[in-house]
């Protein structure tokens, strides 16, 4: 079964661990986050991913490290850290992304990452409608009777 590393900007890979919880109470012991505060460099970083990585590898154990945008530090780091054919990198993480993952984490680990992509896409969507801005109602009448005036 696959780990989950979540490598995010301070605070939402911890908030994202609190979120899976909602659903999936025993998280904690499948997932770590690695919150990124804003006076991190990219070293210190990787050495948080590494950290958090390195008990993963040693048991022999697949990782998938899910982070929040792809070109920003959390991520470069993760793809500094990441070695080797049991590590896979997700970007864009959210909660359907998550929570996907989590109720698929014994898939092998090519397959945990398409559910992962599926799960955040397929949580996008948009659900609202929009009303109608500044148009007064139609008056009605009261009237059962609708009389039209002549001129």
Known sequence: MAQIVIVAHTPLASSLQA??????????????????????GLDEVE??????????????????VLVDVFGATPCNAALAAAEGPRVRIVAGVNVPMLWRTLGYASL?????????????????????????????????????????HQQ
């Open 108 to 148: 092998p680990l090519d397959d945990l990452v398409n559910r992962a992509v599926a799960g955040a896409s397929q949580g996008v969507m948009h659900v609202a409608v929009p009303r109608r801005q500044n148009q007064g109602l139609a008056p009605t009448s009261h009237d059962p009777v609708q009389h039209h």
């Open 47 to 64: 050495g948080l991913v590494r950290a958090a990585l390195a008990p993963v590898l040693a048991r022999g154990d697949e990782a998938l």
């Open 19 to 40: 979120v899976a919880q909602h659903v999936f109470p025993d998280a904690s012991s499948r997932l770590t986050p690695v919150d990124v505060p804003p006076s991190a």
